[in-house]
């Protein structure tokens, strides 16, 4: 079961901090990844980081504004986000696999219900 938290209300520019709790003992043994959609729009693919930390990964228009990081001995992931632009606002889902390919192509079973991140200009 996966939980985040951290969404909210910030003006471009601004920064957030996203995290997303992980309750089973096998979070560490699962790559993790952030997603997004925003209203009237397909869910996309923002940052993935692997099992240990070693290696992420992100979308184009985030690198170098967003970090992904992970902390296995609490099972949290972490989405620093900075620079925040309008055209971020959406929910931030979390999601992880065991299976990297999986994982970035949004095709894992295991989902957060999202939080809610809203840039105004």
């Known amino acids: 079961q996966l939980s985040e938290s951290g969404g909210g209300l910030v003006q471009a520019g601004g920064s957030l901090r996203l995290s997303c709790s992980g309750s089973?003992?096998?979070?560490?043994?699962?790559?993790m990844g952030w997603f997004r959609q925003a209203p009237g729009k397909e869910r996309e693919f923002v940052a993935a980081i692997d099992w240990n930390g070693y290696n992420d990964y992100y979308e184009a228009s985030v690198k170098g504004r967003f970090f992904i990081s992970r902390d296995n001995v609490n099972n949290i992931v972490y989405l620093q986000m900075n620079n925040l632009k309008p055209e971020d606002t959406a929910i931030y889902l979390c999601t992880g696999d065991s299976n990297w390919g999986r994982l970035v192509a949004g095709a894992s079973e295991f989902w957060g219900q999202g939080t809610q991140v809203t840039v105004s200009s």
């Open positions: 089973t003992r096998a979070f560490s043994d699962e790559n």
